[in-house]
C-alpha cells in the first residue's frame, strides 16, 4: 500500500473520468531507458481508414499538391509566374516583382504567418499538422503508394516479418522506386521555383545544371524521400518543434481530438447484444482500431498528447465501430476540453471557444493582411535612388557653370521597357541642368523589371548660384502615357565651392 500512496496522491485532484494529462514522476532505470529505445525504433503500421476526415486529408493532399506541382509551369507574360530569382534578386509573383528593398514585405507576411499559426492552434490545436502540414502530405502520399504495393496493415506487418526472398525483394524495389520518383519529381518541382522550370527541364535532360542545382534538387529528393518515408512520425514527435509549444496556445475551450472517457469506460469487449449500461461496461470495446490507424501510434484513450497531430483518423475509425455495434457516434470526437467536462453540445462547446483572445488574433491579423493588399496595391513600379559622388563634391567647369556629379540607380518594376525624362528643381537656383549617361542627354532607357545605374551629372549658372548646400529635388517620369504616367521624386543636395 505504501509503494502506490504517492501516485495516488500526485492525481488526487484529477476527476475520475478524466486521464490525467502528466504522469507522477518516478525513477528511470536501465529497462525503462532500453524500453523507450525499442519504442522509438519501432515501426508502425497505420491501419487504411475511411471516413468524412479521411475525405479531408485526401482533398487537402490533392489541393497542396496541385499548387506545389502546378504552380512553377504557369506564365504571366510571357514569363514564369512565380519565380524566385536568387541570382537577379528578384521575387516574381505573378504581377508583381520584389527586390531586396521590398523586404518589408517579407516581414509583413511571417507576422500574417506567425498570427494565423496562433489562430489557428488557439481554434483547434495541430489542425495544419494533420491536414496541410508538407510532412503530413508527403507521408500520405507515400503510405497510400506503400498500402498499394504491399497492402493493409496485417499485410505489411508478415511482410517485413518473412525472410527475404525475391517475391519480398521484387516487391521492396517495386516501393522504393515509385518512392524515389515521387521525391525526385518533389525536388526537381522546388528548384522550379528558383530557376525557370521549363529551361531546367532541358538543362537536366542534358546533365547541365549547376553545382549548387544538383546540390538542392539531390538534398530535397533525398529528404523527402527520408523523412516521408522512413522517419514519418518521428518528425513529428521527436523533431518537430510546434508539438513543443503548441501547448501554451492551447487551453480548455480550445477543439481537439478527444476521447469520451465518462461515455466510454469501463472499457471491455462484448457482443451485439449485450446492452453496456446493464453489463456495467462502457461504450468503447477496446478494438484497438483507434489506435491501429493513428498515424503516429498514440493511444487516444489515454488523454490529451502532444504527439496527436489531429488528423481525425481514430474518429473515423471509431464512428465505423459505434455503427456496427448499433452505438451513437462521437466516442471519439472534435470537442474542447471544458465541452466534456460540462457535457456541453457542440453549439455549446463553439460558443465559448471565441474568447476575446481569439477575437484580437482574428483583429491583428485582419490589419496585416488589409495593411498588406493596400501597401502592395498603392506601390509605385518605379522607384529612384540617389547616391552622390564623395570624390568630387563640386567644381567650376568652363562656360561659367558648377556641376556635381551623382550615380542614379532606377528601378522599372513595370512589365514595360520605359523611357524615363529627368529635371531637377530647386527654390534657391532658378536654373538647373541634369546630364545622365554616356551620351549626356536628360533621358535614361530602363528595360521591364529591371534597373540601371548611371551617372548624373547636375549644372547650374556660377551667377545664379550663392557658396553652400542647396536643396535639391529630382523628378523622374515616363514617358509612355498609355496606362498613366509612371513618375516619382528624389530630394538630394548641390554643393556650389567657394
Given at each position: 500500500m505504501?509503494d502506490?500512496?504517492p501516485e495516488?496522491?500526485?492525481n488526487q485532484d484529477?476527476?475520475?473520468?478524466q486521464?490525467p ?6 525513477p ?6 532500453s524500453m523507450?529505445?525499442e ?24 489541393a497542396?499538391q496541385?499548387v506545389?506541382?502546378?504552380?512553377p509551369w504557369?506564365q504571366?507574360n ?21 527586390w531586396p528593398q521590398?523586404v518589408?514585405?517579407?516581414?509583413i507576411i511571417?507576422?500574417i504567418?506567425a498570427?494565423?499559426l496562433?489562430l489557428?492552434?488557439?481554434l483547434?490545436?495541430?489542425l495544419?499538422?494533420g491536414?496541410?502540414c ?22 505489411r506487418i508478415?511482410?517485413d516479418?518473412s ?8 516487391i ?6 515509385l518512392?524515389?520518383a515521387?521525391a ?6 522546388f528548384?522550379g ?12 535532360l542534358?546533365?547541365?545544371l549547376?553545382?549548387w542545382?544538383?546540390?538542392w534538387m539531390v538534398f530535397?529528393?533525398?529528404a ?9 512520425e518521428s518528425?513529428?514527435?521527436?523533431m ?12 480548455k475551450?480550445t477543439?481537439v481530438v478527444?476521447?469520451d ?5 469501463p472499457r471491455?469487449?462484448?457482443s451485439?447484444?449485450i ?11 477496446d478494438?484497438t482500431i483507434?489506435?491501429q490507424v ?8 489515454d488523454?490529451l498528447?502532444?504527439?496527436?497531430i489531429g ?14 455495434m448499433n ?9 474542447s476540453?471544458?465541452?466534456m467536462?460540462d457535457?456541453l453540445d457542440?453549439?455549446q462547446?463553439r460558443?465559448?471557444?471565441?474568447k476575446?483572445?481569439i ?10 493582411i488589409i495593411?498588406?493588399?493596400?501597401s502592395?496595391s ?9 547616391v552622390r559622388d564623395r ?7 568652363p562656360g ?9 540607380q532606377?528601378?522599372n518594376m513595370?512589365?514595360k521597357?520605359q523611357?524615363?525624362i ?10 538647373v541642368?541634369?546630364?545622365?549617361g554616356?551620351?549626356n542627354g536628360?533621358q ?9 545605374w548611371v551617372?548624373?551629372?547636375?549644372r ?18 515616363s ?11 528624389q ?8
Amino acid at each position: 500500500m505504501s509503494d502506490k500512496q504517492p501516485e495516488q496522491s500526485a492525481n488526487q485532484d484529477v476527476p475520475a473520468w478524466q486521464p490525467p494529462r502528466l504522469k507522477p514522476p518516478r525513477p528511470v532505470s536501465a529497462d525503462d531507458s532500453s524500453m523507450q529505445v525499442e519504442e522509438i525504433r519501432a515501426k508502425i503500421y497505420p491501419r487504411s481508414v475511411t471516413g468524412v476526415f479521411a475525405k479531408w486529408r485526401i482533398i487537402l493532399v490533392l489541393a497542396t499538391q496541385a499548387v506545389f506541382y502546378g504552380l512553377p509551369w504557369l506564365q504571366w507574360n510571357g514569363r514564369q509566374a512565380v519565380l524566385f530569382d536568387l541570382t537577379e534578386r528578384k521575387f516574381y509573383i505573378f504581377g508583381i516583382v520584389l527586390w531586396p528593398q521590398d523586404v518589408f514585405y517579407l516581414a509583413i507576411i511571417l507576422i500574417i504567418s506567425a498570427y494565423g499559426l496562433f489562430l489557428f492552434t488557439a481554434l483547434a490545436g495541430r489542425l495544419f499538422c494533420g491536414y496541410a502540414c508538407p510532412q503530413t502530405v508527403y507521408t500520405e502520399i507515400f503510405m497510400w503508394i506503400e498500402r498499394k504495393i504491399e497492402g493493409d496493415r496485417v499485410a505489411r506487418i508478415r511482410l517485413d516479418e518473412s525472410p527475404m526472398n525475391l517475391r519480398k525483394f521484387r516487391i521492396k524495389a517495386t516501393k522504393h522506386f515509385l518512392w524515389i520518383a515521387v521525391a525526385w519529381w518533389t525536388g526537381s518541382t522546388f528548384i522550379g521555383y528558383f530557376s525557370p522550370i521549363r529551361e531546367l527541364g532541358v538543362e537536366l535532360l542534358h546533365f547541365e545544371l549547376s553545382f549548387w542545382q544538383w546540390f538542392w534538387m539531390v538534398f530535397y529528393s533525398f529528404a523527402t524521400w527520408g523523412n516521408a518515408g522512413f522517419l514519418r512520425e518521428s518528425v513529428c514527435k521527436y523533431m518537430c518543434p510546434y508539438a513543443r509549444f503548441q501547448s501554451v496556445m492551447v487551453d480548455k475551450d480550445t477543439f481537439v481530438v478527444t476521447y469520451d472517457r465518462i461515455r466510454g469506460e469501463p472499457r471491455g469487449r462484448r457482443s451485439k447484444k449485450i446492452i453496456p449500461g446493464q453489463a456495467g461496461l462502457g461504450d468503447c470495446v477496446d478494438c484497438t482500431i483507434c489506435v491501429q490507424v493513428c498515424p503516429t501510434g498514440i493511444d487516444i484513450r489515454d488523454g490529451l498528447q502532444y504527439m496527436c497531430i489531429g488528423c481525425g483518423a481514430c474518429i473515423d475509425a471509431c464512428n465505423q465501430v459505434m455503427e456496427k455495434m448499433n452505438y451513437p457516434r462521437g466516442l471519439i470526437r472534435y470537442t474542447s476540453e471544458s465541452g466534456m467536462l460540462d457535457r456541453l453540445d457542440r453549439k455549446q462547446a463553439r460558443q465559448r471557444l471565441f474568447k476575446p483572445r481569439i477575437y484580437i488574433y482574428i483583429a491583428l491579423l485582419s490589419i496585416f493582411i488589409i495593411g498588406l493588399l493596400v501597401s502592395l496595391s498603392l506601390r509605385s513600379p518605379l522607384r529612384v535612388d540617389i547616391v552622390r559622388d564623395r570624390g568630387v563634391l563640386g567644381r567650376e567647369i568652363p562656360g561659367g557653370m558648377i556641376e556635381n556629379i551623382y550615380r542614379i540607380q532606377v528601378i522599372n518594376m513595370s512589365e514595360k521597357n520605359q523611357k524615363f525624362i529627368l529635371k531637377a528643381t530647386s527654390k534657391d537656383i532658378p536654373q538647373v541642368m541634369v546630364l545622365v549617361g554616356e551620351e549626356n542627354g536628360h533621358q535614361i532607357d530602363v528595360p521591364a523589371f529591371s534597373n540601371q545605374w548611371v551617372p548624373m551629372v547636375i549644372r547650374v549658372p556660377v551667377q545664379d548660384s550663392a557658396k553652400g548646400l542647396h536643396p535639391l529635388t529630382l523628378h523622374i517620369e515616363s514617358t509612355d502615357k498609355t496606362e498613366g504616367t509612371l513618375s516619382a521624386q528624389q530630394d538630394t543636395t548641390f554643393f556650389v565651392p567657394n
